[in-house]
């Protein structure tokens, strides 16, 4: 089975930075995409930044400019550097992956516990 761990959020100033990581692991075969969702309550989740196997990136409207997606194929790891935060970046960030593992041909989707990033103003 497959893992995926975040850390890196925090409390900031609006124009602040934090980075985010997430590692996967487990019988991990091959990750097809990694990416970073943010959750507020009573909402959606908010899809922000992808990267692909092949280092193809795709980014929200809300964050471009301002978000970078990168990864670690070595540590099957994803990170979310975040630069001129603004209060409505406030959110619950989740990791996703999608991973085919070592017991099945499967590709499934997984996902995080999350980590809380509030930007205060």
């Known amino acids: 089975q497959v893992q995926l761990v975040e850390s890196g959020g925090g409390t900031v100033q609006a124009g602040g930075s934090l980075r985010l990581s997430c590692v996967a692991s487990?019988?991990?075969?091959?990750?097809?995409?990694m990416g970073w969702y943010r959750q507020n309550p009573g909402n959606e989740p908010e899809p922000l930044a992808t990267?692909?196997?092949?280092?193809?990136?795709e980014y929200a409207d809300s964050v471009k400019g301002r978000f970078t997606i990168s990864r670690d194929t070595a540590k099957n790891s994803v990170y979310l550097q975040m630069d001129n935060l603004r209060p409505d970046d406030t959110g619950v960030y989740l990791c996703?992956?999608?991973?085919?593992?070592?017991?099945?041909?499967?590709?499934?989707?997984?996902w995080g516990q999350g980590t809380v990033v509030t930007v205060a103003s």
């Open positions: 996703n992956a999608v991973i085919r593992t070592l017991d099945s041909f499967y590709q499934r989707d997984y």
């Open positions: 487990g019988r991990i075969e091959s990750v097809l995409k």
């Open positions: 990267v692909l196997g092949a280092g193809l990136k």
